[in-house]
């Protein structure tokens, strides 16, 4: 198994209203010399994150503690830029395990989902709810369903649907990556292949 089993997540949200992140913002090209995933969340948003002399910028919401949880709400356009990978692999290095917005880059999208974190495409009005919400209450929890493809704000019951590929949808249900899916399937491989 790569990732965590994704079936559902409930849990409180960290607010990123910017838009246009790209992925030298999500990790930034100087930390990109390692080949392995791990360690990579150290250094998620470090520019923004951190002063020069690596100190905590307070007012960056990963530093604010009101605000926790698996679930990033970034705004619209995120993931431009390079294709790197590894700015999946921050996110989910950090304990994200799903990002909202209203529009991904169509390269992170590929690159989340390869890497067991979810992408939700939700509407610009219904992520400016989520915001609303977070602002409100930093503590409310929203509800993540991968089977039914529905991102729930708790607080007040209110539901959209997002869209998935049938074959990612099943790699994250069972925490696989492509690899791991062709060796969940060796015994069907193999009765296909016999004479």
Not at 21 to 31: G, K, M, S, Y
Not at 68 to 86: M, P, T
Not at 148 to 158: L, P, V, W, Y
Request: aromatic share 12%.
């Amino acid at each position: 198994m790569a990732y965590d089993i994704f079936t559902t997540i409930s849990s409180p949200a960290v607010p990123l209203p910017i838009e246009n992140v790209d992925t030298d913002q999500i990790i930034p090209a100087r930390f990109l010399k390692a080949v392995e995933r791990k360690g990579f969340g150290d250094n998620l948003f470090r520019d923004w994150r951190y002063e020069k002399d690596g100190s905590p910028k307070a007012d960056f919401p990963l530093n604010d503690s009101t605000y926790s949880g698996k679930i990033l709400v970034g705004a619209k356009n995120f993931g431009s830029g390079s294709s790197r990978e590894h700015a999946a692999w921050a996110i989910y290095d950090y304990g994200f395990r799903v990002v909202v917005s209203s529009f991904f880059a169509d390269i992170f999208m590929g690159n989340a989902l390869n890497n067991g974190l979810l992408p939700v495409i939700v509407s610009p009005e219904f992520l400016q709810k989520i915001f609303d919400t977070i602002e409100k209450d930093a503590n409310t929890a929203f509800d993540v369903d991968i089977a039914k493809q529905t991102f729930t704000i708790s607080a007040t019951g209110e539901t959209a649907d997002f869209a998935i590929n049938p074959y990612k949808k099943h790699c994250l249900q069972n925490g696989l990556d492509d690899i791991d899916y062709l060796v969940d399937m060796k015994e069907k491989i193999t009765e296909f292949e016999a004479p």
